[in-house]
């Protein structure tokens, strides 16, 4: 009687199933200012290179009003940053008309918020 035929040592590793990977998300305001641009003139476009610099300038702004914010909230010994605190930084932070304007709107986005 021979051996049965057995399979040879070298065989492959069974590899485990390879999850697809996805992409790193970036967070950015395009969306957002491509609709605002569009309510403003529908017909204007912008190139990527206007929507960076758009991109940046949103956030140079949303941060040098949080860190206002933050200050303001410390200089008042409070532990909550509430919406007057923000509405304060704005008015430091903007010149005249732009400023009356930016609080007007931020006032009728957080009643608009609170009423639904």
Same mark, same amino acid.
């Given at each position: %009687?021979?051996? +049965?035929? *057995? @399979?040879?040592?070298?065989? !492959? ?5 390879? !999850?697809?990977?996805? !992409?790193?998300?970036?967070? &950015?305001?395009? *969306?957002?200012?491509?609709?605002? =641009? ?11 290179? &206007? %929507? +960076?610099? %758009? $991109? /940046?300038?949103? $956030? ?6 949080? +860190? ?6 410390? #200089?008042? $010994? !409070?532990?909550? =940053?509430? /919406?007057?605190?923000?509405? *304060?930084?704005?008015? =430091?932070?903007?010149?005249?008309? =732009?400023? @009356? #304007?930016a609080v007007s709107e931020? *006032? ?6 609170? /009423?639904?």
């Open positions: %009687m021979g051996k +049965s035929p *057995t @399979k040879s040592s070298k065989s !492959k590793p069974i590899k485990a199933p390879t !999850k697809k990977r996805s !992409k790193k998300r970036v967070e &950015s305001y395009s *969306t957002y200012i491509y609709k605002v =641009l569009k309510q403003v003139d529908p017909e204007t476009g912008i190139s990527k290179k &206007s %929507m +960076s610099i %758009m $991109n /940046s300038f949103v $956030n140079d702004i949303f941060e040098r009003i949080a +860190s206002e914010a933050g200050r303001i909230v410390t #200089h008042t $010994n !409070k532990s909550t =940053l509430s /919406s007057r605190d923000i509405q *304060t930084a704005v008015r =430091l932070m903007l010149p005249g008309e =732009l400023a @009356k #304007h931020g *006032t009728k986005a957080v009643t608009k918020f609170s /009423s639904a």
